[in-house]
């Protein structure tokens, strides 16, 4: 299934474009705040010059890049800020619940995501607390896998930094945006709720650590029933798209009650169209990653699949092309699974590779192992 037709994330061609959105996004607002009569916040233009301390450094690359780490594998990187957007009713809390059951225990999430153990913060504000625990009951979980607040007005941003201070928290969950960062004067549309983003994006990132907000999809124009989801399906992404680092879609299958599709709508850690079948119990709200897309493997197998690509590479102590790798693997794997992971590898630092002369087509490289 390539959902690649049906949208995909905006960002800006250039660090100058970005910089003239935000200009014009605090400018919008500044004239909101005006015909509203609430407290201004001064427009960019209108801010004291100050002299800045600009730090200049080498780029980094090659061998002194490090390896991603993942809170969550594939899922939830360390630094980043994550939007989950779903149906009403999709099963998202329930699922957010057993990822953090997984970070909590250093567990695997749906039986395939490895997880890194840690202490999870969950801000609620999108369900009342009797249906979260009575939740929490029948999945058989214990009291105190996370901490929680129950919200009933608009996410304090101090507060939050408060604790992401303490350093407690590997993971901090915001259910959900639609919720805890609107108000009356502050829609999902507005430009003060991409800023409130932008801020909290940068609290993470510079603090290196991880958040999950979730998000609502827009109705369907026609009103039925959803068959696919793609970035437009996402209510206010085209203001809050480029204020997080990676956006996923759930989605209930069609003519079902326990099977799911776990989509990624783009940016960065994320492989743009990743697609995660699920299965879920509504016995004990347990659900299992089943299959994924064209071209890939569970993740568990993939693991094992890099392990053997790793060992193969050993053992020939040499550079190889993709296709030998593939077809000297046991048992054999197909070429451009085993391309994309060889990329992949070489990326984290993990492998070295070399360009081999083509006449013409896209490029050709050999890999080996450090």
């Not at 001064?42 to 450094?57: C, V, Y």
């Not at 993470?204 to 907000?213: G, L, M, R, T, V």
């Not at 990743?274 to 993740?299: A, C, H, M, R």
Request: hydrophobic share 35%; glycine share 6%; net charge positive.
């Amino acid at each position: 299934m390539d959902l690649r037709d049906y949208g995909f994330v905006p960002t800006p061609d250039s660090k100058e474009e970005e910089l003239k959105w935000r200009e014009e996004q605090e400018k919008k607002l500044h004239e909101d705040e005006l015909k509203s009569g609430k407290s201004l916040t001064t427009p960019i233009d209108q801010l004291p010059k100050q002299k800045e301390s600009i730090r200049i450094e080498r780029l980094r690359g090659g061998d002194s890049v490090g390896k991603r780490t993942w809170v969550v594998d594939q899922f939830v990187a360390l630094g980043s800020v994550v939007l989950l957007a779903s149906e009403k009713g999709a099963g998202k809390t329930a699922l957010l619940l057993r990822l953090i059951e997984a970070v909590h225990t250093g567990g695997l999430f749906m039986n395939q995501l490895s997880t890194k153990r840690g202490k999870v913060l969950l801000i609620q504000c999108d369900e009342p607390k009797v249906d979260t625990e009575r939740k929490i009951r029948q999945m058989g979980l214990f009291d105190g896998i996370c901490d929680v607040a129950w919200l009933d007005k608009s996410l304090d941003l101090n507060w939050l930094q408060e604790q992401i201070d303490k350093k407690i928290y590997s993971l901090i969950i915001l259910d959900s945006a639609t919720k805890g960062l609107a108000s009356d004067n502050c829609e999902v549309i507005d430009s003060g709720f991409t800023r409130k983003l932008y801020k909290i994006g940068k609290m993470f990132a510079k603090a290196n650590a991880s958040a999950i907000i979730t998000t609502h999809l827009n109705q369907p124009i026609d009103k039925k029933e959803r068959q696919t989801i793609n970035a437009h399906d996402v209510a206010g992404l085209s203001t809050i798209g480029n204020a997080i680092t990676d956006i996923w879609g759930l989605l209930r299958v069609p003519m079902t009650r326990e099977k799911f599709r776990l989509v990624c709508l783009g940016k960065r850690n994320c492989t743009l169209n990743t697609l995660w079948e699920i299965e879920g119990n509504e016995e004990d709200l347990s659900f299992d990653l089943v299959k994924v897309g064209i071209n890939d493997v569970l993740p568990t197998e993939k693991k094992k699949l890099r392990e053997r690509i790793i060992i193969y590479l050993r053992d020939m102590a040499c550079y190889c092309h993709p296709r030998s790798i593939a077809l000297g693997l046991s048992p054999a794997s197909e070429e451009e699974t085993v391309r994309r992971y060889l990329a992949e590898m070489f990326s984290e630092g993990l492998l070295v590779r070399k360009k081999v002369s083509v006449s013409i087509g896209r490029p050709r490289y050999e890999y080996a192992l450090i």
